[in-house]
Nanobody, 126 residues
Framework: VQLQAFGGGLVQAGGSLRLSCAAS????????IAWFRQAPGKEREFVAA????????LHADSVKGRFTISRDIDKNTVYLQMNSLKSEDTAVYYC????????????????????WGQGTEVTVSS
């Protein structure tokens, strides 16, 4: 699976952005997909994940109610809609994939995922 994340940019606090993770490869439809982020000087942290069929989702407590992950299977794309952005959301956002069976749990750790995109930068100005 090859992943490409895009959609980042500069936005004011309280604003919105939608990130996209476009994927290619035969196994994308069999992969759980996640978003992680890494702020300057901090470790990479889990943001959200979606199951291979799009029916199960999971969000980190820090973004719950503000961010929504979704998946368009026909377009081989996963989205992260980010609303009510805060300065602490400033980070490079990465999408990641892992081949999984339908009932596999949604991983929240970096090591749970095998494939990574290049990252897209989000800057929230206060």
């Amino acid at each position: 699976v090859q992943l490409q994340a895009f959609g980042g940019g500069l936005v004011q606090a309280g604003g919105s952005l939608r990130l996209s993770c476009a994927a290619s490869g035969r196994t994308f439809s069999r992969s759980n997909i996640a978003w992680f982020r890494q702020a300057p000087g901090k470790e990479r942290e889990f943001v959200a994940a979606v199951s291979r069929n799009g029916r199960r989702i999971l969000h980190a407590d820090s973004v719950k109610g503000r961010f929504t992950i979704s998946r368009d299977i026909d377009k081989n794309t996963v989205y992260l809609q980010m609303n009510s952005l805060k300065s602490e959301d400033t980070a490079v956002y990465y999408c990641a994939a892992k081949d999984a069976i339908l009932t596999a749990p949604l991983g929240t750790q970096h090591d749970d995922y095998s494939y990574w995109g290049q990252g897209t930068e989000v800057t929230v100005s206060s």
